[in-house]
């Protein structure tokens, strides 16, 4: 169920999303606590956007236009589709690119907003429809209508 965020716990949560003062692992964690416990499949763009109101962990915030390798997510080209590296740096093993092994694929309704952060600032017509948290570890977690379902790289 999605909190306010006027919740203590969703602020302590952004608190440490945005605080740069801690390392990559600490703040991605708080993000993925935040989707994990406050954002239900189906929430509507303001409601998620109520529960994530730190973004300066969104660094890599890309479309989804062609599908290369894993992607742990439904792909269907009529609703937008959005992958997020959560605070990433850059990694010489990719020429500098910008990288992190904290990832979130999602998939909003229609073709209306391209990536995550215009999906924050969509109207309530715009809904979450599915998500999925890739950890370090491997473990991803996928958000559906139908519930939470684990798997493992």
């Not at 006027?6 to 991605?28: E, I, K, M």
């Amino acid at each position: 169920m999605l909190a306010p965020s006027t919740s203590p716990d969703v602020q302590a949560r952004n608190h440490r999303a945005g605080d740069t003062s801690l390392g990559r692992d600490a703040r991605c964690a708080a993000v993925f606590e935040l989707f994990d416990k406050y954002v239900p499949a189906g929430a509507t763009a303001p409601a998620v956007a109520a529960v994530i109101t730190e973004r300066d962990w969104i660094v890599v915030d890309d479309p989804i236009k062609a599908i290369g390798g894993l992607v742990p997510i439904d792909v269907d080209f009529n609703d937008s589709m959005f992958v997020v590296h959560c605070a990433a740096t850059p990694n010489p093993a990719t020429n500098n690119m910008l990288w992190s092994p904290w990832v979130i694929y999602g998939r909003a309704s229609g073709n209306v907003v391209k990536t995550l952060r215009p999906f924050l600032a969509a109207g309530p017509n715009v809904t979450l429809i599915e998500y999925a948290l890739v950890y370090p570890d491997g473990r991803i977690e996928q958000y559906k209508p139908s519930g939470r379902h684990s798997m493992h790289l």
